[in-house]
């Protein structure tokens, strides 16, 4: 599934100017996923940024064609992203219903056999009574439709609704999230629901609870998934949100083993934008075809249930670690997150429209700046908070972490040569609390025998470029810094 995840250094392999993405331009970037890339899926974003309502009329008629061969709802799909109406103004939401329900009758009229828009993610899911909600809006908006301005055709009237848990205590709960939303699905539809598609997000658990946290909270739930399944005797069909860098989930075209391997289960993942738009097209494209292969043999394998307990318990450690190495340091990364440069056209997040999200009371970013911040001043965020907490871990519990994360000494040798010696030394000069952070370092080092630091020119450059912005304060020279890191290490953020 292809996104609009604003993380990418590079322009993109259809542009010539810019890695900015305007508006305009992306349903030109969903056209070239599909034709270029041969993705399957793209997300069609409407919560919190701008969306182009025409998106079908304009593929169809601009690539007429193309999906004539390929058509929308069978061989590729757009999958619409709504507004959480729990959590940010609803102003899209009947916009974005009413796009899915005009864009059947304009498939129709071009004999189209296949209703283009069936499926919708709810982001920030939190309950079976919000899924099943945005079910009956859709369909008392078709019988409306029908009633007032059909022609003779009926519009279909269900949604397929896809839940985006985002928090650790979301993804675990999902099971009985799901449990509710069927049985109220069956007794007011009177039908039973086929299959379920559930969004696991990376980014966000992991900025909010640390990357341990969130890497354990996204086995957990793949695990809980598949106890649901069977109970329920309903197949489901996981999809995770995650990025190139391996805080947001570690999935890059150089990746595509390893991400298989620490998710288990899954059957969509997200190629975010530095996945498409930082390695050429040349290693894109393959990298694209192993990853659809291995997603369709990727089957689950389930956590023992004394297993379960452990992780659990090191997922929480892990959590208050991170919330107490974090806290001191937000302040001294606000002027970097104010220069990060931006992807695509927003919302603002704070506001009338956007909404916030809160880490012990401080207002964050969004995942990828906080993370691309992190990397900008030489301290990868997957090191905060984590390397004393496992030093403590009895044997048994490092056990069973490593038996259920075999990536995990791969990961932080891959993470620790962006960490910047020099720039962690100005950082602790301006504020002593980085010297947890540096402890986690040294604690990773002696768990993984690595060394962390620089290890060829393109690192050594970053880590340098990483130190200068750690010592200046001219926001227009913190930006230039951070693209020029980002190009280093191919993601943003």
């Known amino acids: 599934m292809g996104t609009q995840h604003p993380d990418n ?83 899209s939401l009947m916009q974005a219903m009413t796009t899915m329900l005009l864009a059947e009758d304009f498939a129709r009229d071009l004999q189209f056999e296949n209703r283009p828009l069936f499926e919708a993610i709810l982001p920030m899911t939190q309950s079976a009574d919000q899924l099943f909600e945005m079910e009956e809006k859709f369909s ?39 449990k509710k939303f069927t049985e109220l699905y069956k007794e007011h539809f009177n039908r039973e629901v086929p299959y379920l598609r559930v969004f696991l997000a ?28 069977d109970e329920a005797n309903l197949p489901v069909y996981p999809i995770a949100g ?9 999935l890059s075209p150089l990746m595509i083993d390893r991400y298989l391997q620490e998710f288990p289960g899954l059957k969509t993942a997200t190629i975010q934008s530095a996945f498409r738009y930082d390695y050429p097209l040349d290693v894109v494209k393959p990298a694209v075809e192993k990853l659809r292969k291995g997603l369709q043999t990727n089957d689950f394998h389930p956590i023992n249930d004394e297993d379960q307990k452990t992780l659990l318990s090191i997922a929480g450690k892990t959590a208050k670690e991170y919330h107490e190495t974090l806290d001191p340091l937000i302040n001294d990364l606000q002027p970097i997150f104010d220069a990060f440069p931006k992807r695509r056209d927003r919302h603002q997040h704070v506001g009338i429209i956007g909404y916030s999200r809160d880490v012990d009371g401080y207002k964050m970013p969004r995942a990828i700046t906080f993370t691309g911040a992190l990397y900008s001043v030489g301290v990868p965020p997957e090191l905060i908070g984590t390397g004393r907490v496992l030093q403590r871990l009895s044997k048994k519990e490092f056990e069973t972490l490593v038996k259920y994360y075999p990536n995990i000494r791969h990961d932080f040798e891959h993470v620790a040569k962006y960490y ?24 990773m080092d002696d768990l993984f025998d690595i060394q962390a ?9 970053h880590a340098e ?20 890191q980002a190009k280093l290490r191919k993601f943003l953020g």
């Open 9 to 91: 250094a590079n322009i993109p392999f259809f542009k010539h100017t810019s890695p900015f993405v305007s508006a305009s331009r992306e349903i030109d970037e969903a056209y070239e996923n599909f034709s270029k890339l041969n993705a399957d899926e793209y997300m069609w974003d409407w919560e919190g940024k701008h969306a182009d309502a025409s998106v079908i009329d304009r593929l169809y008629t601009e690539h007429y064609e193309y999906f004539k061969n390929h058509p929308l709802g069978k061989d590729k799909f757009l999958t619409f992203r709504l507004p959480n109406i729990w959590e940010e103004k609803g102003y």
């Open 140 to 178: 008392r908006l078709a019988h409306f439709k029908d009633q007032e301005f059909s022609q003779g055709f009926k519009n279909a009237d269900t949604l397929q609704m896809i839940p985006l848990f985002e928090s650790f205590e979301a993804q675990l709960s999902a099971p009985k999230v799901l």
């Open 202 to 229: 990376g980014s966000d658990s992991a900025l909010s609870n640390g990357f341990i946290n969130s890497i354990i909270g996204n086995k957990l739930a793949l695990t809980k998934l598949a106890e649901f399944s």
């Open 242 to 250: 995650t990025g190139s860098t391996i805080f947001r989930g570690g």
């Open 420 to 443: 910047s010696p020099a720039a962690m030394a100005v950082l602790k000069q301006k504020n002593p609390a980085w010297e947890a952070v540096e402890q986690d370092v040294q604690a």
């Open 453 to 461: 630091g620089p290890t060829n020119d393109a690192e050594a450059k």
């Open 465 to 484: 470029l990483a130190a200068d912005m750690d010592r200046i304060n001219d926001k227009e020279t913190r930006t230039l810094l951070i693209e020029r």
